[in-house]
């Protein structure tokens, strides 16, 4: 497969595009933070965003989806990421949606698949129990009880996990903590009894949750994949969800970028645009060249979810991309930042949105420290 968009493709980003620009610019996120909204996205353009068929492009027909590939889904996140747009789009679809095609057993994805796509049943990972991403670092305990199992434990950083209606928890039924093996997925209930869910205000003005578990009960059909091999279907999910991630910060770094350009091209000193300054022209050529290189990684991380590459090469091009782009988004929002002058750190001006969308961004699901080392080892270092 190229390492290009076909003709749909382009199609479909420029209908994102529009979409987003028209319905879900960042006036729309301004005014969802301003209103202290209690969901923290609009529901109006989230169904309009499925009426699209945007919850539907990576699934199978059967399962109601558009069988459009990761690619699709890819292009419309990165417009998504230019208006910083805020939906269940990411929590829902690329993370819990992927978790379920990935290890559900054929009930489970004949049932959540399509209700997914349709916007009927919303999803969220509550997978971290600490301040950084530790995929195997679960404390939180899953006992068997009669014919099912009751858990308990704490999860921090569960995106869109105040309006998930169902949370996938990822729960320690044997092994210590760290281990690899013993982590088990559970579909809970957000309302079931025991489970006490507090939102979170992010500094980016986006979704996330702490959820406290107490003597939840679930049935053994609560189960997705097999119990104690939650890692083998988190591994791929995570990386899968890291490219989609990078997807969405690729597009908010690029619309970082125009606008700091288009600023230095408006902005006057001395009689003349400050963009004519040969210190500023380096610095916009160097991030040019970053952003040229982190579109490279994306395509070619989407692309090699789509021509189904093995699960090894698949997380190596997930850490390299959601590294690499991590790495460019925290340049060009600071550059952005420091080339607007002082005004550029008021609220008045939205070049600020996007150094708080790229502090967040860049911690979850393992920041660049965490990317590059494990690059590394997957390498052999």
Same mark, same amino acid.
């Given at each position: 497969?190229?390492?290009?968009?076909?003709?749909?493709?382009?199609?479909?980003?420029?209908? *994102?595009?529009?979409?987003?620009?028209?319905?879900?610019?960042? *006036?729309?996120?301004?005014?969802?933070?301003?209103?202290?909204?209690?969901?923290?996205?609009?529901?109006?353009?989230?169904?309009?965003?499925?009426?699209?068929?945007?919850?539907?492009?990576?699934?199978?027909?059967?399962?109601?989806?558009?069988?459009?590939?990761?690619?699709?889904?890819?292009?419309?996140?990165?417009?998504?990421?230019?208006?910083?747009?805020?939906?269940?789009?990411?929590?829902?679809?690329?993370?819990?949606?992927?978790?379920?095609?990935?290890?559900?057993?054929?009930?489970?994805?004949?049932?959540?698949?399509?209700?997914?796509?349709?916007?009927?049943?919303?999803? *969220?990972? *509550?997978?971290?129990?600490?301040?950084?991403?530790?995929?195997?670092?679960?404390?939180?305990?899953?006992?068997?009880?009669?014919?099912?199992?009751?858990?308990?434990?704490?999860?921090?950083?569960?995106?869109?996990?105040?309006?998930?209606?169902?949370?996938?928890?990822?729960?320690?039924?044997?092994?210590?903590?760290?281990?690899?093996?013993?982590?088990?997925?559970?579909?809970?209930?957000?309302?079931?009894?025991?489970?006490?869910?507090?939102?979170?205000?992010?500094?980016?003005?986006?979704?996330?949750?702490?959820?406290?578990?107490?003597?939840?009960?679930?049935?053994?059909?609560?189960?997705?994949?097999?119990?104690?091999?939650?890692?083998?279907?988190?591994?791929?999910?995570?990386?899968?969800?890291?490219?989609?991630?990078?997807?969405?910060?690729?597009?908010?770094?690029?619309?970082?970028?125009?606008?700091?350009?288009?600023?230095?091209?408006?902005?006057?000193?001395?009689?003349?645009?400050?963009?004519?300054?040969?210190?500023?022209?380096?610095?916009?050529?160097?991030?040019?060249?970053?952003?040229?290189?982190?579109?490279?990684?994306?395509?070619?991380?989407?692309?090699?979810?789509?021509?189904?590459?093995?699960?090894?090469?698949?997380?190596?091009?997930?850490?390299?991309?959601?590294?690499?782009?991590?790495?460019?988004?925290?340049?060009?929002?600071?550059?952005?930042?420091?080339?607007?002058?002082?005004?550029?750190?008021?609220?008045?001006?939205?070049?600020?949105?996007?150094?708080?969308?790229?502090?967040?961004?860049?911690?979850?699901?393992?920041?660049?420290?965490?990317?590059?080392?494990?690059?590394?080892?997957?390498?052999?270092?």
């Amino acid at each position: 497969m190229p390492m290009i968009l076909n003709e749909e493709q382009n199609m479909l980003k420029d209908s *994102a595009k529009d979409f987003c620009t028209n319905n879900a610019p960042i *006036a729309q996120l301004r005014s969802l933070r301003d209103s202290e909204n209690a969901e923290g996205f609009d529901r109006d353009t989230w169904n309009a965003m499925v009426e699209l068929g945007w919850a539907a492009i990576p699934w199978a027909e059967e399962h109601g989806g558009l069988a459009f590939g990761y690619k699709g889904l890819g292009v419309v996140t990165e417009e998504t990421g230019r208006t910083l747009t805020a939906s269940p789009l990411f929590s829902s679809a690329w993370v819990g949606g992927t978790v379920v095609n990935l290890g559900g057993s054929d009930a489970q994805k004949a049932e959540m698949l399509a209700k997914v796509a349709t916007g009927e049943l919303l999803l *969220a990972l *509550a997978l971290e129990e600490g301040h950084r991403h530790a995929p195997y670092n679960i404390a939180t305990s899953a006992e068997s009880a009669g014919d099912g199992y009751t858990l308990n434990g704490k999860k921090t950083f569960v995106l869109d996990g105040h309006v998930a209606d169902q949370l996938i928890v990822a729960a320690r039924t044997s092994g210590d903590q760290g281990a690899r093996d013993g982590i088990t997925l559970f579909l809970v209930d957000r309302n079931a009894d025991g489970v006490n869910v507090t939102r979170t205000q992010m500094v980016d003005s986006r979704n996330a949750a702490n959820i406290e578990l107490s003597g939840v009960s679930v049935g053994a059909d609560a189960v997705v994949g097999s119990v104690d091999g939650g890692a083998d279907i988190l591994d791929p999910a995570l990386d899968i969800a890291r490219i989609g991630l990078s997807a969405e910060m690729l597009g908010s770094l690029q619309e970082c970028f125009e606008r700091t350009v288009e600023y230095l091209k408006e902005r006057k000193q001395f009689g003349v645009a400050i963009g004519s300054f040969q210190a500023l022209k380096h610095r916009a050529a160097n991030m040019f060249c970053e952003i040229e290189l982190s579109k490279s990684c994306v395509l070619e991380a989407l692309t090699a979810l789509d021509e189904g590459r093995d699960a090894a090469e698949v997380a190596k091009l997930a850490s390299l991309t959601k590294a690499k782009v991590g790495e460019t988004f925290n340049l060009v929002s600071r550059e952005g930042i420091q080339m607007h002058g002082g005004i550029g750190m008021t609220d008045e001006f939205d070049i600020g949105f996007f150094i708080k969308r790229a502090a967040v961004t860049e911690q979850t699901f393992g920041d660049v420290n965490f990317h590059r080392n494990r690059y590394g080892e997957l390498e052999g270092y």
